[in-house]
């Protein structure tokens, strides 16, 4: 991270204790032609000051302390980020993949019966790090919704949806007279009405908000919630048409029901962005 190029936002960082010195090494970002690359220091063969060739840094001792390499510290920054909501493991978080993800337990949102379990996230735009999170989801299944939290700017997350978790980009529900931890109510509205860059189709982690071109449908049954997940799932991924007795049987409806038309009976999604023909169901986008 380049301190020297933060001004008095690196600086804040380091007060606050979220970014800490890592190891002895030092780093600079470059100020000529190698853009904003970070750049090992050596030091100067005369003076013996640290910097790389035609930084400015060797003719200012004073800037020594901007050439330490510097990490986020993810615990403490991830305490801060929840620093206002109840988690039941507020204290003491259950460290995942090597620290990247924290298991906050679960914690109650304005507006939202059920309390939701929180994770907080960094990392996930790495190329196979959704992978790797995607299987610790299905080794550890939420209960209920599962609200993941994540560090990461919202432009690089994956749009994949992950069955039972609602990811957030923290940038979404940032308290900005705090400027650290997310704002309970902002993500209470986020749960509720999805993210502002939707496309056609969007479904909460749990099924039980269906948002197609802006008209937004809820679902209070397990079932249903189940069999709009599913579908909607698929219409993102690209598959738009499901055999019908796939989603029944996922939903777990058993021989009660035989048909999508009987689960979504008098629903006001049926036959308007719900359907289902001879053996296949979808959702219209």
């Not at 609200?147 to 990461?152: A, K």
């Not at 705090?178 to 749960?191: C, K």
Request: aromatic share 6%; net charge neutral.
């Amino acid at each position: 991270m380049a301190l020297a190029h933060m001004r008095s936002a690196g600086k804040t960082l380091m007060d606050a204790g979220l970014i800490v010195q890592r190891g002895s090494a030092m780093s600079v970002v470059a100020e000529d032609d190698l853009d904003d690359t970070p750049t090992s220091v050596i030091a100067h063969p005369i003076t013996g000051h640290h910097g790389h060739l035609g930084n400015a840094a060797w003719h200012d001792e004073r800037a020594s302390g901007r050439r330490q390499v510097y990490a986020l510290d993810m615990a403490a920054a991830a305490r801060r980020v929840v620093a206002r909501l109840d988690c039941s493991l507020g204290k003491d978080p259950v460290p995942y993949l090597d620290g990247v993800v924290l298991d906050f337990g679960a914690a109650r949102l304005p507006n939202r019966t059920a309390r939701v379990g929180i994770w907080v996230v960094r990392g996930l735009s790495v190329p196979g790090a959704f992978d790797q999170f995607r299987q610790l989801a299905a080794r550890r299944p939420s209960e209920g919704l599962r609200l993941v939290i994540s560090l990461d700017p919202a432009k690089g997350l994956c749009r994949s949806t992950l069955k039972g978790h609602e990811i957030v980009p923290f940038e979404d529900v940032v308290d900005h007279e705090d400027g650290i931890a997310a704002n309970p109510g902002i993500l209470s509205a986020r749960l509720l009405t999805g993210p502002s860059d939707q496309g056609p189709v969007w479904v909460s982690g749990d099924g039980a908000i269906l948002i197609v071109h802006g008209e937004r449908f809820e679902f209070k049954g397990t079932k249903q919630k189940a069999a709009v997940l599913m579908m909607a799932e698929a219409f993102i991924a690209g598959e738009h048409r499901l055999s019908t007795d796939a989603v029944l049987e996922a939903a777990a409806c058993g021989r009660t029901v035989r048909r999508l038309s009987e689960l979504f009976k008098g629903h006001p999604a049926w036959k308007r962005v719900i359907f289902e023909s001879g053996a296949s169901c979808w959702i219209e986008g």
